[in-house]
């Protein structure tokens, strides 16, 4: 960034382009107030070059309202989606798949805020049908919003639906990346959870358990990503009156929390 700013001045383009690359690491991280900084002056720099409408500044627009969505800050993200959707709709056309990724975004800000997910559960049925036609139905592009609007209708409790769709996400990331990739087992989660909800509690089981040796390979047994595993298997465990394995859980869940929230941390 500075060598760029020293050749070109602090307001060129070339400099928001690196600005933007170096609030994408801040936001990986979970730096998420210093990447806001820098995609807002990257974006500044943007629209002073190209306009505000101009298709090149969608993406850091994009960045930002993940960003603001990672935080929680849903109102602010879903007005930066809805700039984006706008100006791609009109470069691209309706049904781009650079229109459909912003959908989709939009469309988990929507789920977040709760008392939206009828539009959302549409917005993700437009992504998941345009993403289709660009990648073909088992393509890797698909999962994550396959997965989505399963989420979505299962909290519309349309668990059959939901249920089929999860399945679809596990088996097309099962093919791109493998049968113990991590990816896999978020998805076996959710749908973990499905069949739980429908009462098949060995099924569940053997689903959560297998999510669950994924995730403790991938990160280690006492990372907080395993949490919700932990949790939902926990939880099944009580059901079946398993007690004491489900206390085990638990308490494993407990200390993971008190190592990562500290001990007076509300969860």
Known sequence: ???????????HVEVA????????????QGNYDQAKVLYRRALRIMQKHYG????????TMNNLANAFLYQGDYDQAKGLYQRAIDIKQKHYGEDHVEVASTFNNLANV????GDHVDVAKVLYQRAVRIKEKHYGEDHVQLSSTL????????HQGDYDQAKVLYQRAVHIKQKHYGA???????????????VHYQ???????VLYQRALRIMQKHYSEDHVQVLSILNNL????QHQEEYDQAKVLYQRAVHIKQKHYGADHVE
């Open 52 to 59: 505000e409408d101009h298709v090149a500044v969608s993406p």
């Open 110 to 113: 929507l789920q977040h805020q």
């Open 234 to 237: 926990a939880t099944l465990l």
């Open 180 to 194: 113990d990739h991590v990816e896999v087992a978020f998805t076996l989660n959710n749908l973990s959870t499905i």
């Open 17 to 28: 382009s690196t600005l933007s690359n170096l609030a994408n690491v801040h936001q990986r």
């Open 147 to 154: 997965n989505n609007l399963a989420t979505a209708l299962q």
């Open 1 to 11: 960034v500075r060598i760029k700013e020293k050749h070109y001045g602090e307001d």
């Open 199 to 205: 009462g098949d509690y060995d099924k569940a089981k």
